[in-house]
């Protein structure tokens, strides 16, 4: 595999043809996957007490090319999987993943979506940017992953990832999911 990020446990530097191989892939349990050797899908695999999936093929008598794909087949676009997959990798210690609301890809390939904190109060706070203001409780927060990065709505902004439409578009959205706010 290309990207050992995934792995959980490294592979041999090779493996005899008819041989068993078994490739560990750490991700969140709650997507969906794809493993394809050759071109074709693996259905051996199997959770392994949420620390890793555990994907099972007999070695071909050729080169082998792995291939490993996330997705979410309940939710809007492929661009959630990536966003899920990212907060996870990079929010180890969290208990569990959880969007609230996937607001989708914005100018410049920004992924916005609102991430639970799992903080339940009714602390109104919130986020002004240019003439807009969005409105947010519970502890909760819009994230914006760009580029395989984490940033608020604000810093976002700032950093030319988002336009003040795309502010605007995601404040009518704010106000669609979460009215008794305004």
């Known amino acids: ?37 050759n071109g074709n899908d693996i259905a051996d695999c199997q959770d392994v007490d949420g620390l890793y999936w555990e994907f099972t093929f007999t070695m071909p008598a050729c080169n082998v090319e792995i291939d490993f794909k996330t997705y979410d087949g309940f939710l809007p676009d492929w661009n959630y999987g990536i966003l899920i997959e990212s907060y996870w990798k990079q929010n180890l210690d969290a208990d569990y993943v959880y969007i609230e609301n996937y607001y989708g890809e914005f100018s410049g390939g920004a992924i916005v979506a609102m991430i639970a904190s799992g903080a339940y109060d009714d602390a109104v706070w919130e986020e002004t940017i240019g003439d807009t203001t969005i409105r947010y409780n519970n502890g909760n927060c819009i994230l914006v ?17 988002l336009s003040l439409n795309d502010i605007e578009a995601i404040s009518d959205l704010q106000k669609e999911y979460y009215p008794y706010l305004y």
Do not use: P, Q, R, S
């Open 145 to 161: 992953l760009y580029e395989g990065e984490f940033h608020t709505l604000t810093a976002a902004y700032e950093n030319g990832y």
């Open 1 to 37: 595999m290309n990207d050992e990020e995934w792995l959980y446990e490294n592979l041999k530097a090779a493996y005899k043809a008819g041989e068993t191989v078994t490739v560990k892939i750490e991700m969140a349990i709650d997507l969906g996957c794809v493993f394809l050797v």
